[in-house]
């Protein structure tokens, strides 16, 4: 028997377009098998035209696990604190993941990825997010490199990007921190990958401060490098899923003062190493 969806790369490195699946729908074991593996193949999916509910966003979540509650979300749906509501108009200061990161990397767990579905967006473009290749971002570095990033371990701390960020009032509220691995083994594929980012990474443990933030620095900057990446361009009910270990993403913002609007439901993960 063939496959039942259509797969179509975005790039050669990383990214996919699937076709042939209405995710609005309980996934049956083939189908969810097919999806599955293409998120391992291809490390972003994409999908478009879905009409999709808060209930049938969650359920598909829940077809790759436990759904996670983002520690500092400035916007929760009501009755679904598992649903972070992705906003941003003419009142917006900032928006959530304008740099490149990898979400909650500051848990003790982070999670595994995250499904996020738009259903309003900038009217003349603007607001695409990319998506980078954490495999190639360290296969690439020289090998005596690779050698001494092996066995390093990295402080990430949601304390100083969270605290005040949103505006809201956190005085007595503890942030998540952790410590992981600079480079993590994927679960699934074996891989590795670097699993250090700007938003989370304040240390390299063992190190001097010069030291640490010397090599952070190299490593933000390969990680940028734009042959590891897709953009991906947002139509009203897209959906994207990206895989949180092997990945980061970073939002673009540059569509002010125009509206984009959308749910993400996030799936726990586990300790790295």
């Known amino acids: 028997m063939g496959a039942t969806i259509e797969i179509r790369k975005s790039t050669p490195n990383i990214g996919a377009e699937i076709f042939g699946v209405d995710i609005s729908k309980p996934l049956g074991n083939r189908q969810f098998q097919e999806v599955h593996d293409a998120l391992m193949d291809h490390l972003v999916i994409f ?6 509910d808060v209930e049938q966003h969650k359920a598909l979540a829940r077809h790759f696990g436990k759904l996670h509650m983002h520690p500092a979300a400035p916007s929760v749906l009501a009755n679904h604190p598992e649903v972070f509501v992705i906003k941003a108009d003419e009142k917006s200061e900032r928006i959530t993941g304008e740099d490149w990161h990898s979400d909650v990397s500051c848990d003790p767990e982070p999670p595994m990825g995250s499904i996020l579905y738009l259903t309003k967006v900038p ?6 997010t990319l998506f980078a290749n954490m495999y190639l971002a360290y296969e690439t570095l020289s090998e005596p490199i690779r050698k001494m990033l092996d066995g390093l371990t990295a402080i990430h701390d949601g304390e100083p990007l969270y605290r005040g960020r949103y505006g809201i009032d956190d005085r007595g509220k503890t942030y998540p921190r952790a ?12 891989r590795k990958g670097l699993f ?12 001097q401060k010069n030291e640490s933030d010397a090599i ?3 490593l933000f900057r390969q990680i940028e490098t734009p042959e590891f990446s897709v953009r991906f361009g947002w139509r009203p009910h897209s959906i994207a899923f990206w895989d949180n270990r092997s990945t980061q993403h970073h939002a673009l913002w540059d569509y002010y003062p125009n ?3 959308g749910h993400r439901v996030t799936i726990c993960g586990d300790k790295p190493y």
């Open 47 to 52: 999908f478009r035209d879905q009409q999709l």
């Open 123 to 128: 009217p003349d473009g603007g607001g695409d």
């Open 179 to 190: 410590e992981h691995p600079v480079v993590r083994t994927h679960p699934v594929t074996r």
């Open 196 to 207: 250090v980012n700007r938003f989370f990474t304040t240390r390299i443990v063992g190190l």
């Open 216 to 218: 952070l620095n190299m």
């Open 259 to 261: 509206r984009r609007y």
